[in-house]
C-alpha cells in the first residue's frame, strides 16, 4: 500500500490538548499528488510508485518531462519522486490527497536543512572550544589539535574541521501525525522538520515504529 507524499513546509505553529497544553506542530502542505508513473519488478526490476507535485507553467519544464505527464494526462509538475512500494493499490494518473495518512501514525520527513554557509568547528560540530583564561587570547573558538604525531603526522581525512555546513538530506523520524485537513491538504507532524518554509519535503511512513 502506498504510503508517501511530496510536500511543502509551511512553517510551524501549535494546538492544545483537551488539558490545555500546547504541543509545536509543523504545517505540511502535502498533495495533492499525481500517479505519473508505477514501476514493476519484471519491467524495472522493481516496484515502486513515481508522483509528481507542484504545478508550474509549461514553459518551465523541458519537452522531454512534459511528454513523460502528457501520458497520464498530469499538468506539468516540477517535482518528481518515487516511493518504494510492494503492493501498488493506483494506476496511472490517480491523484493522492493527505487522507492516506491518520491523525496518530507516524512518519519520516525527508528534507534539505538550512545551509549555513561556512562555519567553525565550534558551531558545526559543538566542539567546546579552548580555555577562557590563562593567557588564551585567541583561541576560544579553535578546534584544537586534530591529528596524531609521529604516526601517521597528519589529519586524516573526513576529519571534523570547519568547512560548508547545512544544506544537506536530513530525516526526521518517527513524527507524530496531529492534524489531517484533506480539503486543504495539510498535514501536522508534532514536533520539527529539516528545511526553510516553502521547503520540498517528503513524507513516508516511518520505518522505525
Known sequence: MLKGLIGKKIG?????????????VTLIEAGPCYVTQIRRPESEGYSAVQLG?????????????????????????????????KTPDVVLGDIV??????????????????????????????????????????RHRAPGSNGSGTTPGRVYKGSRRPGHMGD????AQN??????DVERNLIGVYGAVPGAKGGIVIINEARKQ
Open 12 to 24: 510551524m505553529t501549535q494546538i492544545f490538548d483537551e488539558s490545555g497544553v500546547a504541543y509545536p
Open 53 to 85: 507535485f507542484g504545478e508550474v507553467h509549461p514553459k518551465r519544464l523541458s519537452g522531454g518531462e512534459l511528454g513523460h505527464l502528457k501520458v497520464t494526462n498530469a499538468p506539468p509538475l516540477r517535482y518528481i519522486r518515487e516511493f518504494r512500494t
Open 97 to 138: 490527497k493527505a487522507d492516506i495518512f491518520k491523525i496518530g501514525e507516524h512518519v519520516d520527513v525527508i528534507g534539505e536543512s538550512k545551509g549555513k554557509g561556512f562555519a567553525g568547528a565550534v558551531k558545526r560540530y559543538h566542539f567546546a572550544g579552548g580555555p577562557k583564561t590563562h593567557g588564551q587570547s585567541d
Open 168 to 171: 544537506e538530506q536530513v530525516t
Open 175 to 180: 513524527l507524530k501525525v496531529v492534524l489531517v
